[in-house]
């Protein structure tokens, strides 16, 4: 019986006894299952936020902190609009239902512009050199021709969704050839050419046909309370660039999602459920990011590129709440940064399903998170899987250190599950597995010194290109080929080739019978090479390893280990060999 998703509840479980009968894993395919539940549909519930809003200071980030008391209210009805206004200074233009509204021709300020009714062939055009308020008071809006709202402002754009009202934009696949080859005033549903924000209870959704479906050349934020979702996209469902739109925008990143409920989906070659061209945060916010799409080459540049759940050119910082970001398709990446990865809160899921992209030598190689420079985490929960099976389906890939001081990770992968530049454990707990390729692959050194790792790969379960220190923490690995410390300031021990099945339990016992660390065998072997470090690991013990155990009292600790308990049965395997610290 499979028990996969069961596993990321291990830590809070306790077993009275494990047994052949009542195991984790059972011996039917050879390898762990995911200790990650790549299960979460992408669909959207439909669903709203639940979070409140407490309006601050800041007025780059609350309306309320300004004066909208200009207001402009358009009405959509059918092929129709009507205007309504006592603020004279604002321009009216009007086709069918298509508005344009031009705050520059009389030099108008700080409007409120309302909106409402619906239309299948309506759109809005916004011109403005100051901040706007963008009132969405239940508006259905499918537009003909080019963007459904297009706010060419060179302000900040404060679109605010009153609590209780429903709000859909939509445009068509094909614009006009004057907009086609535009495109500022073409590149999604939603358009904004400087900063925005979004808030209240009420609900926003988007659907770009075109390219995109929310798209700011300026930043965008997003605050607590908010629903924004973007049900489909032909290429990015939201994209900001990051710049300011003509004002200073601060220490304010390219996209800030304080809270509320963001969902996005894009279903496209190469295409981006969220696309930044700068840094992102992750607030105390439920994030629900997917891309399903094929790789692709481009000619011109003569690269290749896989579609991405997430991608921005800076970093990515996640302070609380939920982050999942789901990409399925050839040569795709869950997360791939320019940047960093920063965690200190929350829980975050990358899952990337698919092979690699290959285009005559070029290749492109999926991976749940990439990240050009560090990743440090410091609390929250970080799950990570790549289930294709092909040689470069990485899970973590960083150009930088991995420093991890509290919290969890789990990596789960094909080849090597961690694939990083350095790798660092100060506390918390980190596991991964690779099904053919390496636990832990570290161009730099690893250092633990402090927490549990548990790493464990076909080839290697630690690899490093330099130093592996041990200076604290508890330490096991289970791999096909041995490894030691080159440096350990406790005792450790290791054991020559062990046969064992995937499923079995396998126990380090000294000759008290006392069980400093036992395990479910992550995959089947007839050479598992066992490291295990603790400061529990005492001299002039003898230690033996065991298998096809039945323990009673174990205590889970990292997904596949245990500690403490008693041995009922078992099969003496061998003595592990004690090594002194150095």
């Not at 990650?36 to 409140?52: H, R």
């Not at 290109?465 to 200076?471: A, G, L, M, Y």
């Not at 041995?482 to 350990?488: I, K, L, N, S």
Request: hydrophobic share 35%; proline share 3%.
């Amino acid at each position: 019986m499979k028990k996969s998703t069961i596993i990321l509840l291990v830590a809070s479980m306790l077993f009275s006894c494990r047994s052949k009968d009542n195991r984790m894993f059972v011996n039917d395919g050879g390898y762990l299952d995911c200790a990650v539940d790549t299960s979460i549909p992408a669909s959207f519930d439909g669903g709203k936020a639940t979070d409140s809003d407490v309006p601050g200071m800041d007025a780059r980030i609350f309306w309320e902190k300004s004066d909208f008391s200009n207001v402009v209210e358009v009405a959509f009805n059918g092929n129709g609009a009507e205007v309504t206004t006592s603020y004279e200074k604002v321009s009216i233009d009007k086709e069918g239902a298509d508005v344009v509204l031009d705050f520059n021709a009389k030099e108008g300020k700080c409007a409120d512009v309302v909106l409402s009714g619906s239309s299948s062939s309506g759109s809005l055009k916004i011109y403005s050199s100051s901040n706007l308020k963008l009132t969405l008071n239940g508006v259905n809006l499918q537009s003909q021709n080019g963007p459904a709202l297009n706010l060419q402002c060179g302000g900040r754009v404060f679109i605010h969704m009153p609590e209780g009202k429903d709000n859909i934009l939509s445009d068509g696949e094909n614009y006009p050839p004057h907009l086609s080859s535009d495109i500022a005033e073409a590149s999604g549903c939603l358009f904004c050419s400087g900063p925005a924000v979004f808030s209240g209870k009420g609900r926003l959704e988007v659907s770009g046909r075109h390219r995109n479906g929310i798209s700011s050349d300026g930043s965008l934020y997003f605050r607590a309370g908010t629903t924004v979702v973007v049900s489909d996209a032909a290429y990015c469902g939201i994209y900001a660039g990051g710049g300011n739109g003509g004002q200073a925008d601060g220490s304010l990143p390219a996209i800030d999602v304080a809270g509320g409920l963001l969902y996005s989906k894009c279903s496209a070659t190469a295409g981006h459920a969220l696309l930044c061209g700068g840094d992102v945060v992750i607030g105390a916010a439920d994030v629900r990011l997917y891309s399903t799409g094929e790789g692709v080459f481009i000619e011109e540049e003569l690269k290749t590129y896989g579609a991405s759940a997430l991608e921005a050119a800076g970093s990515l910082s996640v302070y609380g709440g939920s982050l999942v970001a789901k990409a399925s398709g050839s040569g795709g990446s869950a997360v791939n940064l320019g940047g960093g990865y920063a965690q200190e809160g929350g829980t975050a899921l990358f899952t990337v399903s698919g092979e690699y992209f290959k285009y005559l030598n070029l290749k492109e190689c999926p991976s749940a998170l990439d990240v050009a420079g560090d990743v440090s985490v410091t609390d929250g929960s970080l799950k990570l899987a790549a289930t294709g099976e092909n040689d470069g389906v990485n899970c973590l890939k960083a150009g930088g250190a991995y420093v991890q001081t509290g919290g969890e990770t789990y990596a789960h992968s094909y080849d090597a599950a961690a694939c990083i530049n350095g790798f660092s454990l100060e506390g918390g707990k980190f596991f991964s597995f690779s099904r053919k390729g390496d636990g832990i692959q570290s161009k730099a050194g690893i250092t633990v010194s402090g927490g549990n790792v548990v790493a464990s790969g076909k080839a290697y379960s630690f690899n490093a290109s330099s130093d592996f220190t041990i200076s604290g923490g508890t330490v096991l690995g289970i791999g096909d080929n041995p490894v030691a410390p080159d440096a350990c300031v406790q005792y450790y021990i290791t054991s020559l080739g062990a046969a064992a099945n995937r499923g079995t339990v396998m126990c380090v016992e000294d000759a008290s019978g006392n069980l400093p660390v036992s395990f479910d065998v992550p995959y089947s072997s007839p050479s598992h090479k066992i490291l295990f470090s603790s400061p529990d690991i005492s001299s002039g013990t003898a230690y033996f390893l065991y298998g096809e155990c039945r323990l009673a009292d174990a205590q889970p600790v990292n997904v596949i280990s245990y500690t403490g308990g008693k041995r009922s049965s078992g099969t003496g395997m061998m003595q592990m060999s004690v090594a002194a610290p150095k």
